[in-house]
């Protein structure tokens, strides 16, 4: 049997609403009709062209915010007056903070954060508080563009005594991308060790098995590694600059959409059995569902 999507919003302020699906409007919120920009994430694509070339060559994609359009109907409920329930909705959302447009489909869930762009459009033909019920049309961005599902993460423990001058262990985790987006792996590593991560450039190529070693870590310099270029790269738990250390070294490959499972080699040194690495899996989706 069909069976319908689940659309919830949770707000700023931390209180949860049931748009659509089982449970729709018990709140006294639920979905209108035709919503705009949920669907396949914005884009503008590049196409470059010299001053004789027969056509254009493509440049590449540049990837917009996303700008939601919905409405919403509004209603008394058993226990709350039209007045009180309008007023909640409204305090749920910010212009300054997101809200969460969640979705959940018999495939898992999807998240999109959202904000007000602009106010609350109010067009009510006759006085709301007669008839226990307006329609309210939301206007909103989201500034990261993506549908996003909740990480996936594994861990390895090391097994043997890495101290000794030239020992090491190498620990297999199993990544995966799932998305139609590329993926940058995140690392959270303890101290004190010595951690070579890998940067494949899941291609043929000369980068095909590059690795990265970072910086040998002391106590209390537990590390968050992010290989994406627009996050800050290495974060240390005792905030000391690990990162200054990289000598200009940098993360540059992300792990291409609808890759499978794959087991990704990491390598300890300097550290005591019971030496952990976790490796996480954003999952970011260009549609609400779907893409698998």
């Not at 910086?215 to 992010?226: K, R, Y």
Request: glycine letters at 8%.
């Amino acid at each position: 049997m069909a069976q319908a999507a689940t659309i919830e919003v949770e707000g700023v302020d931390g209180s949860l609403w049931t748009l659509a699906g089982p449970g729709q409007g018990r709140e006294g919120v639920e979905l209108g009709t035709t919503p705009t920009g949920l669907y396949d994430a914005p884009v503008t694509t590049i196409w470059n062209s010299t001053a004789f070339q027969i056509g254009a060559t493509y440049g590449g994609a540049n990837w917009q915010k996303r700008d939601v359009v919905f409405g919403v109907n509004v209603s008394a409920t058993d226990s709350s007056n039209w007045e009180s329930v309008d007023s909640a909705w409204r305090k749920a959302w910010a212009y300054d903070r997101d809200s969460k447009l969640i979705i959940t489909t018999e495939y898992g869930a999807r998240t999109l954060h959202l904000r007000m762009s602009q106010q609350p459009e109010f067009k009510p033909l006759r006085d709301p508080h007669l008839k226990h019920w307006a329609q309210v049309t939301m206007t909103c961005t989201a500034g990261i563009p993506w549908w996003v599902e909740e990480d996936t993460t594994a861990t390895a423990v090391s097994t043997v005594d890495t101290r000794g001058e030239g020992a090491s262990e190498t620990l297999w985790l199993p990544i995966s991308n799932p998305t139609d987006q590329p993926m940058w792996l995140q690392w959270v590593g303890s101290a004190p060790a010595q951690w070579t991560l890998p940067d494949f450039s899941w291609r043929e190529d000369s980068f095909a098995a590059r690795v990265i070693t970072l910086p040998s870590l002391v106590a209390g310099q537990d590390i968050t590694v992010d290989t994406d270029p627009i996050e800050e790269m290495i974060v240390a738990a005792d905030n000391s600059s690990v990162w200054a250390r990289m000598n200009g070294r940098m993360f540059l490959h992300s792990v291409p959409p609808w890759t499978p499972e794959t087991l990704l080699p990491v390598t300890v040194r300097g550290a005591a059995p019971g030496a952990q690495i976790q490796v996480r899996c954003p999952r970011n989706w260009s549609r609400p569902w779907g893409l698998q």
